[in-house]
């Protein structure tokens, strides 16, 4: 069975920082890319970034660029994001998903179940 | 960056109704197009990639069409099941979501 359990959400205050885990089994991490994709209060889903599979590539969405660091360890089967500045506007569900590598349009066919982040004083 | 636009942004339907969600990309993606199904609390699905493949274990009453620029799913009879939010999203570029619809009972 495949599973990505997120960790490491909670209360921030603005301008501080948090660390997100995604721990993925049932998959061979080192296969695929690999994202994070957020959902604020009563907003749609907003993609946030991802990582190639040997870490090489990363690309982020322009409202995190600078502030946000994706990684990744395949040896440990677990993703991270580090998040650093944080705003009232990062305050969302952040989930970890796969990237699949079997389709040439590389949906996510794997999701977590999502952490919490909230940001406020 | 790829602008997806969805609409409508959402609708009331009963069960046994034919739904149809369209999304709209800024640009061509080719059929770089993929629906997912979300409902609050749940973790997002994956309905139909690459624009009109139907993912594993999904309902064939879910199917998706189109190409370059504008995008159709549908639900040719919506079950109590389907209540959700649906979105687009496009794998051209770095990825980007649609709005998202609301499939509400009517």
């Known amino acids: 069975e495949v599973q990505l359990v997120e960790s490491g959400g909670g209360l921030v205050q603005p301008g501080g920082s948090l660390r997100l885990s995604c721990a993925v089994s049932?998959?061979?991490?080192?296969?695929?890319?690999m994202s994070w994709v957020r959902q604020a209060p009563g907003k749609g889903l907003e993609w946030v970034a991802n990582?190639?599979?040997?870490?090489?590539?990363?690309y982020y969405v322009d409202s995190v660029k600078g502030r946000f660091i994706i990684s990744r360890d395949n040896a440990n089967y677990s993703l991270y994001l580090q998040m650093n500045s944080l705003r009232a506007d990062d305050t969302a569900v952040y989930y970890c998903?796969?990237?699949?590598?079997?389709?040439?349009?590389?949906?996510?066919?794997?999701w977590g179940q999502g952490t919490l982040v909230t940001v406020s004083s | 960056d790829i602008q997806m636009t969805q609409s409508p942004s959402s609708l009331s339907a009963s069960v046994g109704d034919r739904v149809t969600i369209t999304c709209r990309a800024s640009?061509?993606?080719?059929?770089?197009l993929n629906w997912y199904q979300h409902k609050p609390g749940k973790a997002p699905k994956l309905l139909i990639y690459?624009?009109?493949s139907l993912h594993s274990r999904v309902p064939s009453r879910f199917s998706g069409s189109g190409s370059e620029t504008e995008f159709t799913l549908t639900i040719s009879s919506l079950q109590p099941e389907d209540f959700a939010t649906y979105y687009c999203?496009?794998?051209?570029?770095?990825?980007?979501f649609g709005g998202g619809t609301k499939v509400e009972i009517k």
């Open positions: 990582i190639k599979q040997d870490g090489s590539e990363k």
């Open positions: 640009q061509s993606i080719s059929i770089y």
């Open positions: 999203q496009q794998s051209y570029s770095t990825p980007s």
């Open positions: 049932g998959i061979t991490l080192s296969n695929s890319w």
């Open positions: 690459a624009a009109s």
């Open positions: 998903a796969r990237d699949s590598p079997r389709s040439m349009s590389a949906p996510f066919d794997y």
